[in-house]
T-cell receptor, first 118, second 116 residues
């Protein structure tokens, strides 16, 4: 399977614990995005990497959240001191820059990590 | 006003019906637009890109109206397998703290249920 993969698929944790999720993008994609999705809502942007550089981070992201992409390949998203409000599906997507001006890059999503904070 | 707005539905339609979804966006500088499909508890999957000329793929037609800042998705001859949530996505080139980047904004999605 050459698509985007995420691990784990499900995570149940107790409030106050730290959790880390991993995303492996499509190998030739240089752009990587993290999103959070709650029931009945569309995916909400969290952060974006181009190669290993984290170019943008949502203002909604508290300092308990940190993401890395150390070698420009896989990425990790860590949530420290989890809260019940962090319960959501965390989606990773990757893309490569489209060659045509004005045309956005198409994002391909991984299956997500469903986090439940008790 | 939300950056990307969609009617959440649900749209309940009989098999064979034609159904249309609209999506409005607030940033006139937005450049590219997509429709994604999301099945229950699954990840979003690209359905169609929408460019200035619009495009058609089988039973699906996507249109872009830049003047009114909306895009539409038309599904003809609905099938039971079309039941899903349809997400509108708008991309805008912006300048962030570290330079230019592509801001991707999703709508909340429109739920479609095709009934036998």
């Amino acid at each position: 399977d050459t698509g985007v993969s995420q691990d784990p698929r499900h995570k149940i944790t107790k409030r106050g614990q730290n959790v880390t999720f991993r995303c492996d993008p499509i190998s030739e994609h240089n752009r990587l995005y993290w999103y959070r999705q709650t029931l009945g809502q569309g995916p909400e942007f969290l952060t974006y990497f181009q190669n290993e550089a984290q170019l943008e981070k949502s203002r909604l992201l508290s300092d308990r959240f940190s993401a890395e992409r150390p070698k420009g390949s896989f990425s990790t998203l860590e949530i420290q001191r989890t809260e019940q409000g962090d319960s959501a599906m965390y989606l990773c997507a990757s893309s490569s820059r489209a060659g045509l001006a004005g045309r956005g890059d198409t994002q391909y999503f991984g299956p997500g990590t469903r986090l439940t904070v008790l | 006003r939300k950056e990307v707005e969609q009617d959440p539905g649900p749209f309940n339609v009989p098999e064979g019906a034609t159904v249309a979804f609209n999506c409005t966006y607030s940033n006139s500088a937005s450049q590219s637009f997509f429709w994604y499909r999301q099945d229950c508890r699954k990840e979003p999957k690209l359905l169609m890109s929408v460019y200035s000329s619009g495009n058609e793929d089988g039973r699906f037609t996507a249109q872009l109206n830049r003047a009114s800042q909306y895009i539409s998705l038309l599904i003809r001859d609905s099938k039971l397998s079309d039941s899903a949530t349809y997400l509108c996505v708008v991309n805008t080139e912006e300048v962030g703290r570290s330079g230019g980047y592509q801001k991707v904004t999703f709508g909340t999605g429109t739920k479609l249920q095709v009934i036998p």
